[in-house]
């Protein structure tokens, strides 16, 4: 277990420079030599044609699950592909001991079209809550950090997600509706109004970078997996932006949220996404 003399703040003080380290050398490990290379026997399929799995997603966890737990003696790790093999793993989120959540290859799809819009999802939690995050697009080589009262960076500078500009439509990145409920289909369709400007979604990950940074104002997500959300949630809230289910209340990586939820660049940004959601 971890020491009593040091903390979880003590090491996200000491060691994110390592976090940050296994992070990188797992995607120019795993990650980056098979982009764009990729051999028909190194892609599968799990739930369908459109939940692809490839043998860097895989291998990446691992490297990361093997470093992560040796960095941080005592914690644990969810990954997607050990959920895949075992959902048991999943219930660790909500454990007394700090348990790190990645996502090797978010954007698997767009990892295996060639398409460089593709992350590396790792974010430490305690008791179901985000310490810290890192997402990093090894493919366009940036890496934003957060970590929970101390801000967000992107490619080490402060990253800040502002308020939209009056007068214009609020754009909003939103699950396909081909991976939603009747009931989500139907509040999806909310988004079509006046004053949103509503599209499809890529990468999480990525779309949650866009939001900090402003260059996004919101997104809609129909999916609760903790892998895709954690890193971006604490992101975008470390950058001044916000997070609300439909029910007016914060996002639980835990699950039993009301969805669908988003995550805004301010809180009158992300009350109006509600509202459309609500009266879809």
């Not at 090797?104 to 593709?118: C, E, I, K, L, Y």
């Not at 209340?249 to 509202?275: Q, Y």
Request: one cysteine or more.
């Amino acid at each position: 277990m971890i020491e009593e003399t040091e903390t979880i703040e003590e090491f996200l003080a000491e060691r994110s420079s390592d976090v940050e380290e296994a992070v990188r050398k797992a995607a120019a490990a795993e990650i980056m030599p098979r982009f764009r290379r990729l051999a028909e026997h190194e892609v599968d399929q799990k739930s369908g044609p459109h939940d692809l799995v490839t043998d860097a997603d895989r291998l990446a966890e691992r490297y990361l699950t093997d470093t992560l737990a040796d960095l941080l003696p005592g914690s644990l790790v969810v990954g997607e592909e050990a959920v895949h093999a075992d959902p048991a793993v999943y219930d660790a989120i909500g454990a007394d001991v700090p348990v790190w959540i990645v996502d090797p290859v978010d954007g698997t799809r767009q990892f295996v079209h060639g398409d460089p819009g593709f992350c590396t999802l790792v974010a430490l939690t305690l008791r179901g809550a985000v310490l810290a995050s890192w997402t990093y697009a090894p493919a366009q080589d940036r890496l934003a950090t957060a970590v929970r009262g101390r801000g967000a960076r992107l490619d080490g500078r402060p990253l800040r997600s502002g308020s939209p500009e009056p007068g214009r439509a609020l754009e909003v990145a939103h699950s396909h509706p081909d991976y939603t409920t009747d009931e989500q289909k139907r509040a999806l369709r909310g988004l079509r109004t006046d004053g949103l400007a509503p599209r499809p979604c890529g990468s999480a990950g990525l779309e949650y970078l866009a939001v900090a940074s402003g260059a996004l104002d919101a997104t809609a997500f129909t999916w609760e997996a903790a892998w895709d959300h954690a890193a971006g949630l604490l992101l975008v809230e470390e950058a001044g932006g916000t997070q609300l289910t439909r029910t007016g209340e914060p996002f639980r990586l835990t699950g039993g949220n009301a969805l669908p939820f988003t995550a805004a660049r301010d809180a009158a940004t992300a009350r109006r996404v509600i509202e459309a959601l609500a009266a879809g």
